[in-house]
């Protein structure tokens, strides 16, 4: 199906989703459990926070858009919510009896394109209402959730399915070791600054700075900008924030977005890589601009990892742990 936006026409939140519910929570009002989510400010996992105890008081019903109206680095973003849920009072849900989970999906991509107009000083809630985007019309000028329910089912993709229920392998972090992350990887920093305009679209990722898409900016041909070198794959890249993400191909990295590059120095694979990332990411709340992860400070960096008899890493756990939680024999 073709997306000709030309056609498309303007239309106000306020006459898409009639009913428009701010969010009712903060973390504190809530209990613990796994009864429900807890929807935020977080433009990942859905907005998902955390699971917490059902509270009727406190509860919205699913099958609604979610206005990130709040919050540094999420706010401007928007999700399709298909489950009840507590949300945040950083949240609006937004509610239309012709939504469902196609058209919601089409929907919230085009309401992430709102995302550069806001920010921690400026926020969506005040002019929620009032926002204007672009959608597929009918004839009669009414939104066309037809088409956009058909687009979002055309496009080409299988449910994601998994074998394994829940993981055979325990997290006993009390017997986890400390161990420097400058033993096991050798670090480096990309060199020159390659810029994604600068160089001609082709297949090789662009890790920049991010917390998303594993840092992939974009991708570019080979010869990049003839300066910087390309970075094998199998490695493992974390950005000034602290974000960790596992390269499973070769790929350049921006020099300006601090990225840095661990080599592993043991046999590594894309499991155990996923596995230290995550370790790793877990660091990130020490860091911020004030506080950036250059190559030294990678390189002092000691993390806990699962430890075999002899007091070394145990890297085949880390293995058979990834690869036995859900979707983990999708790797």
Same mark, same amino acid.
């Given at each position: 199906?073709?997306?000709?936006?030309?056609?498309w026409?303007?239309f106000?939140?306020?006459?898409?989703?009639?009913v428009?519910?701010n969010g009712k929570?903060?973390?504190?009002?809530?209990?613990?459990?796994?009864?429900?989510?807890?929807?935020g400010?977080k433009?990942?996992?859905n907005?998902v926070m955390?699971?917490c105890?059902?509270?009727?008081a406190l509860i919205q019903?699913?099958n $609604?858009?979610?206005f990130i109206c709040?919050?540094?680095?999420?706010?401007?973003?928007?999700?399709?919510?298909?489950? =009840?849920f507590?949300?945040?009072?950083?949240?609006?849900a937004?509610?239309?009896k012709?939504?469902?989970?196609?058209?919601?999906?089409f929907?919230?991509?085009?309401?992430?394109?709102?995302?550069?107009?806001y920010s921690?000083?400026r926020?969506?809630?005040?002019h929620?209402k009032?926002?204007?985007?672009k959608?597929?019309?009918?004839?009669e000028g009414?939104? =066309?959730w037809?088409?956009?329910?058909?687009?979002?089912?055309?496009?080409?993709?299988?449910?994601?399915?998994t074998?394994n229920?829940?993981?055979?392998?325990?997290?006993?972090?009390? $017997?986890?070791?400390?161990?420097?992350v400058?033993? /096991?990887? =050798?670090v480096?920093l990309s060199?020159?600054?390659?810029?994604?305009?600068?160089?001609?679209?082709g297949?090789?990722?662009?890790?920049?700075?991010?917390?998303?898409?594993?840092?992939i900016?974009?991708?570019?041909d080979?010869k990049g900008?003839?300066?910087?070198?390309?970075?094998k794959?199998?490695?493992i890249?974390?950005?000034?924030? $602290?974000?960790?993400? /596992?390269?499973?191909n070769d790929y /350049?990295a921006?020099?300006h977005?601090?990225?840095?590059?661990?080599?592993?120095?043991?046999k590594c694979?894309p499991?155990i890589? $996923?596995?230290?990332?995550?370790v790793?990411?877990?660091?990130r709340?020490k860091y911020?601009y004030g506080r950036a992860?250059?190559?030294?400070e990678?390189?002092?960096?000691?993390?806990?990892?699962?430890?075999t008899?002899?007091?070394v890493?145990d890297?085949?756990?880390?293995?058979?742990?990834?690869?036995?939680l859900?979707?983990?024999?999708?790797?």
């Amino acid at each position: 199906m073709n997306l000709n936006i030309n056609s498309w026409g303007n239309f106000k939140i306020s006459e898409l989703f009639p009913v428009l519910q701010n969010g009712k929570a903060n973390q504190g009002m809530l209990s613990d459990g796994y009864d429900c989510f807890y929807v935020g400010a977080k433009k990942d996992d859905n907005g998902v926070m955390l699971h917490c105890a059902y509270d009727s008081a406190l509860i919205q019903k699913g099958n $609604c858009i979610i206005f990130i109206c709040n919050g540094q680095g999420s706010v401007g973003y928007a999700n399709y919510m298909d489950v =009840d849920f507590i949300g945040s009072t950083d949240i609006v849900a937004g509610y239309n009896k012709m939504l469902n989970q196609y058209n919601g999906l089409f929907i919230a991509t085009v309401l992430c394109q709102e995302r550069p107009k806001y920010s921690f000083g400026r926020k969506w809630k005040t002019h929620l209402k009032d926002t204007v985007i672009k959608l597929p019309q009918t004839i009669e000028g009414f939104p =066309d959730w037809v088409f956009m329910e058909q687009y979002i089912k055309s496009l080409n993709h299988k449910p994601l399915t998994t074998q394994n229920r829940s993981s055979q392998h325990s997290l006993n972090i009390n $017997c986890w070791q400390e161990f420097k992350v400058g033993d /096991y990887f =050798d670090v480096y920093l990309s060199s020159g600054d390659l810029k994604i305009d600068a160089c001609e679209p082709g297949k090789i990722p662009l890790v920049s700075s991010g917390a998303t898409n594993n840092g992939i900016v974009g991708y570019i041909d080979e010869k990049g900008d003839g300066k910087a070198q390309i970075f094998k794959a199998n490695s493992i890249t974390v950005d000034m924030f $602290c974000n960790a993400f /596992y390269q499973n191909n070769d790929y /350049y990295a921006v020099s300006h977005g601090r990225v840095n590059i661990l080599y592993p120095k043991f046999k590594c694979n894309p499991l155990i890589g $996923c596995f230290i990332c995550s370790v790793i990411n877990n660091e990130r709340f020490k860091y911020s601009y004030g506080r950036a992860v250059y190559s030294d400070e990678i390189s002092r960096m000691v993390i806990k990892l699962p430890t075999t008899s002899g007091n070394v890493p145990d890297f085949n756990f880390m293995e058979n742990y990834i690869k036995s939680l859900p979707y983990g024999d999708r790797i």
